[in-house]
């Protein structure tokens, strides 16, 4: 069983940016990927973006395509998600999340297909 733990939210003015890391513990090779998901208050828990652990395919939710960048360390068990130029539409929790069936550009994005999350860290952007 994988075991996720996020780290690195906070607060940051609008245009700043974050790193977010995620630490999978217990991955074993058939992890197919690890992503980012994010939830603000009233509202739906959504797919932000997402990495295969082999080949580093990388998926995007359209709002934050230009500005978010997802990577991971195969050797660390590490995912990142670097966030430029934030906006205050950002500001939500942010979950990691893992799943081991395979999936692509759109079946990615659901959350009931990820076996495994973390607590969640907060991000907060401010105007």
């Known amino acids: 069983q994988v075991h996720l733990v996020e780290s690195g939210g906070g607060l940051v003015q609008g245009g700043g940016s974050l790193r977010l890391s995620c630490t999978a513990s217990?991955?074993?090779?058939?992890?197919?990927?690890t992503g980012w998901f994010r939830q603000a208050p009233g509202k739906e828990r959504e797919f932000v973006a997402a990495?295969?652990?082999?080949?580093?395919?990388?998926y995007y939710t359209k709002s934050v395509k230009d500005r978010f960048s997802i990577s991971r360390d195969n050797v660390k068990n590490m995912v990142y998600l670097q966030m430029n130029n934030l906006k205050p539409e950002d500001t939500a929790l942010y979950y990691c999340a893992s799943r081991h069936t395979v999936c692509s550009e759109y079946t990615c994005r659901p959350a009931s297909d990820y076996d495994a999350w973390g607590q969640g860290t907060q991000v907060t952007v401010s105007p």
């Open positions: 990495i295969t652990w082999i080949g580093g395919i990388t």
């Open positions: 217990g991955r074993t090779p058939s992890t197919h990927l």
